[in-house]
């Protein structure tokens, strides 16, 4: 008996020898580290306004040893809905496989991911949690162009003689881990991508690919991506051509980019400003879009976020306020 108080007593002591801090989970060793997120949201349209408490998410992390390190991530979205307008409530409490991943690392200049990983393309897709980002909603450039998500294995590092390079040799030719839970659900998909550091503030890049979805849509791509930021200013910048065969031989091309700047005028408060636009030739859908928006940080794991989006397609205009937490 004192035999075993003693080992829990221990445990204890090891469960709590780092105090837990918001923002960077809970440690329990070197092999396991806890974290989670949550983002609520408030969205008032000419059509109807709702209540959203969106993404409830899950993470476990560490390292194996000095070469293996793994993360994975389980997501629910859209966990409970109510409009406003009508009273109706909705929500999906099941949670997903949004990244399920484990890194080997061998030198600078090559390492290995293997698993369900965000496909490294860009800025935007590469920061996948909302309280980290400056808006509450997502450029269409990253929701409608590429796969978000990719289940397959991404050879990375940095070009041999230019430390300031990194690249990405990814490839996927099976059906992802979780086809409920990525936006263009595909069993090809193969891209290459490279950034630049310039300088301390600036850096730019690119990729190019090509995927082929369910539906034997077969795409291909070229992307590119700069980013200038400094202590008071961020300006970020993507865009991307894509041309679309499809099944019945038709041939349609999508482009879409955006720019976005961030004046941060506080450490706690940030004004935020972003243009956008789409053209899909194959749907005649064409928008162009304006965003306004504030950011309030009282701790860096929590963000209040407020923003107005004027819409080309006028039905489309949006009020949005959200509130995401990182644990």
């Known amino acids: 008996m004192i035999r075993r108080v003693g080992g829990l007593i221990t445990l204890a002591f090891a469960l709590h020898a780092q105090p837990y801090t918001l923002g960077q989970g809970l440690y329990i060793n070197p092999m396991l580290n806890v974290g989670g997120y ?12 709702t209540l959203t408490f969106d993404d409830v998410a899950v993470m476990a992390y560490g390292d194996i ?20 307008s009508t009273g109706e409530e909705s929500g999906n409490q099941k949670f997903h496989s949004e990244r399920f991943y484990a890194d080997l690392w061998l030198a600078d200049t090559y390492n290995f991911r293997f698993g369900k990983m965000i496909t490294p393309i860009g800025y935007w897709n590469t920061e996948p949690i909302n309280v980290l980002r400056d808006t509450s909603s997502n450029p269409l450039y990253s929701m409608l162009l590429f796969p978000k998500f990719l289940t397959g294995i991404d050879m990375n590092g940095y070009f041999p003689g230019c430390n300031n390079t990194k690249y ?68 970020l910048a993507e865009m991307m051509f894509a041309k679309n065969e499809f099944a019945n031989n038709d041939q349609a091309t999508t482009f879409s980019g955006y720019v976005q700047g961030m004046y941060r005028y506080s450490q706690e408060h940030a004004l935020v400003g972003r243009y956008e636009y789409y053209n899909d030739q194959h749907t005649n ?36 306020f959200s509130l995401s937490v990182l644990f």
């Open 285 to 320: 859908y064409v928008d162009n879009i304006a965003v306004v928006g504030y950011s309030y940080r009282p701790l860096n794991p929590i963000s209040l976020k407020g923003e107005y989006q004027w819409h080309s397609l006028k039905d489309e205009n949006t009020l949005l």
């Open 65 to 84: 040893n000095p070469m293996i390190s793994y993360l994975a991530e389980f997501e629910a979205v859209g966990f409970y809905r109510k409009n406003l």
């Open 38 to 49: 949550f983002s609520s949201e408030f969205q008032s349209k000419k059509s109807e306004e």
């Open 168 to 235: 990405h040799l990814f490839a996927q030719n099976n059906h992802d881990l979780d086809e409920e839970y990525t936006n263009i659900p595909n069993t090809h998909f193969y891209g290459f991508s490279a950034e630049k550091e310039v300088s301390s503030d600036l850096s730019s890049g690119g990729s190019f690919g090509e995927y082929l979805t369910l539906t034997n849509q077969r795409t291909r791509f070229v992307q590119a991506n700069a980013k200038y930021d400094d202590i008071r200013w961020q300006v």
